[in-house]
């Protein structure tokens, strides 16, 4: 029963004290979120795991790269549990290290050593290691501009791994026209672009995240034509045509803190996650919030971690028993770590 999983969960929590440690992602579910330790996006996450020294058990409520970047960035004394190994990313899927390897040499073969590499933190630790010993960095949707201006410092053009909206969105923001933006494709391997390849800034791995995806155009025109006074704010991982059709985009935390800093009695449509939307209903009763897809859009697989996965892998640490234990290699995790830390020390 519920309840009674909820106290066994506050019970191993008071008995694990400081050795346990719970992070929890903006769109985890309400069940799980309750016993979060911290909540944030995965920049804060990232940084929270960082200076955490204390716990010696990490239970993860997020998704599996998430999980992967906690182990990376901490101590080799401290374990990072995944309650349930099922829940990855689909867009981190969607570039792998071989398919990246293979695409960093024809591009190469085009552009030289004109390129740095830059990866979102949605990818995989074999991903970030690449990124990592070719003097790239990580990125978050919270930092992407920064990132963008500092890798342009070093090196004439990015390629941007492996969400192509959040790379093309935020190269708009910088000044960087369509015309100069390429898409590698991973499956055809090939660049899709049109122009004088001279021209390319940027070049945008063709990855997507498949929750962002699902706010439209027509979701856009839909609330102009009922509400023309609500504002659409938007997650910069939807594509080109919606942030530029919604009034603000941002990261999770900046979506958050525009909601917290509305007038009483605005009306928001959002384009983001259904857990995170629904928090943002419930805690703010006096502003009329909706999501700018009427079917809400959940993310299925930071939706697996419930209750149940999260009270089992508590048990299997209070059992000494063998749990989704996240363990990065050793030679992954150094040159990880080289792309983490350009992103972290900024
Ligand atoms: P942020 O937490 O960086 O906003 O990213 C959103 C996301 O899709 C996480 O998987
Ligand atoms: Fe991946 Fe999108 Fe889900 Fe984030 S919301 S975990 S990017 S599929």
């Known amino acids: 029963k519920k309840e009674e999983m909820e106290e066994r969960v506050r019970e191993i929590k008071q008995q694990l004290g400081e050795e346990l440690f719970i992070p929890g992602h903006h769109y985890q579910r309400d069940e799980v979120i309750q016993f979060a330790d911290a909540v944030g996006d995965s920049l804060q996450l990232a940084q929270i795991s960082a200076k955490n020294k204390k716990a010696r058990h990490i239970v993860f409520c997020g998704v599996h790269f998430m999980a992967e970047t906690a182990d990376i960035l901490t101590t080799p004394e401290q374990t990072v549990i995944l309650p349930d190994m099922r829940a990855g990313c689909s867009m981190a899927d969607m570039a792998d ?72 969105n935020t190269a708009f923001d910088l000044g960087i026209g369509l015309d100069e933006m390429a898409v590698w494709n991973p499956i055809s391997n090939e660049l899709e672009y049109d122009g004088e390849l001279s ?96 079917n809400m859009c959940p993310c299925l697989t930071m939706n697996r971690i419930d209750l149940p996965h999260l009270l089992w892998s508590l048990e299997t640490i209070v059992e000494d028993k063998e749990g989704n234990v996240i363990k990065v290699e050793e030679q992954t995790a150094r040159e990880a770590v080289l792309a983490l830390e350009r992103m972290l020390n900024r």
């Open 199 to 294: 021209q390319v800034k940027v070049i945008l791995w063709k990855g997507h995240c498949s929750v962002h995806e699902n706010f439209t155009i027509q979701n856009v025109e839909h609330i102009r034509a009922a509400d023309p006074s609500m504002r659409i704010i938007v997650h910069p991982e939807c594509k080109r045509e919606v942030v530029a059709l919604a009034d603000d985009n941002g990261s999770t935390k900046y979506i958050i803190e525009q909601i917290e800093a509305a007038e009483i009695g605005s009306a928001w449509a959002i384009g983001t996650e259904m857990n995170l939307v629904n928090r943002l209903i419930q805690q703010h009763p006096d502003k009329h919030i909706i999501s700018l897809n009427p």
């Open 97 to 168: 290290i071989y398919q990246t390897e293979r695409a960093w040499k024809e591009l190469q073969a085009l552009f030289g050593d004109t390129m740095l590499p830059l990866t979102y933190v949605n990818s995989t630790a074999a991903i970030k290691a690449f990124v990592g010993r070719n003097s790239g960095a990580t990125v978050t949707s919270s930092n992407a501009h920064a990132m963008v201006q500092w890798a342009f410092e070093q090196k004439e053009r990015i390629l941007f791994l492996p969400d192509q909206h959040l790379g093309r």
